[in-house]
């Protein structure tokens, strides 16, 4: 059983930066962030394989997302810049046993329980 713990979330301005942390207990071999907002589907953010640190990303985040891991602590962030209003979401974090990247919210199989994002204009 896997088990993760997000941190981070908050009030930020536009243009402004967060970091997000996941620490993750248990064995993973796969770790991405999600998000969602009211009424809307859970959408892919990032995702990044723990033994070769390969990376992929939305569309709507390249260039000002970076999603990276610290091996020995376990952890997963996602350094956020550029902020805009349309990034504030509910951020989950989610990990599998895959080996691959994947943006596929079914290829997830732990969840945490989410931080909020809130970037004001």
């Known amino acids: 059983q896997v088990q993760l713990a997000e941190s981070g979330g908050g009030l930020v301005q536009t243009g402004g930066s967060l970091r997000l942390s996941c620490a993750a207990s248990g064995r993973t071999y796969r770790m991405a962030w999600f998000r969602q907002t009211p009424g809307k589907e859970r959408e892919f953010v990032a995702t990044?394989?723990?033994?070769?640190?390969?990376?992929y990303y939305a569309d709507s985040v390249k260039g000002r997302f970076t999603i990276s891991r610290d091996y020995g602590k376990k952890t997963v962030a996602l350094q956020m810049n550029s902020l805009k209003p349309e990034d504030s979401a509910v951020y989950y974090c989610?990990?599998?046993?895959?080996?691959?990247?994947?943006?596929?919210?079914?290829?997830?199989?732990?969840w945490g329980q989410g931080t909020q994002v809130t970037v004001s204009s």
């Open positions: 990044i394989t723990w033994s070769t640190g390969n990376t």
């Open positions: 989610a990990a599998s046993e895959g080996v691959l990247v994947s943006r596929n919210l079914g290829d997830y199989t732990y």
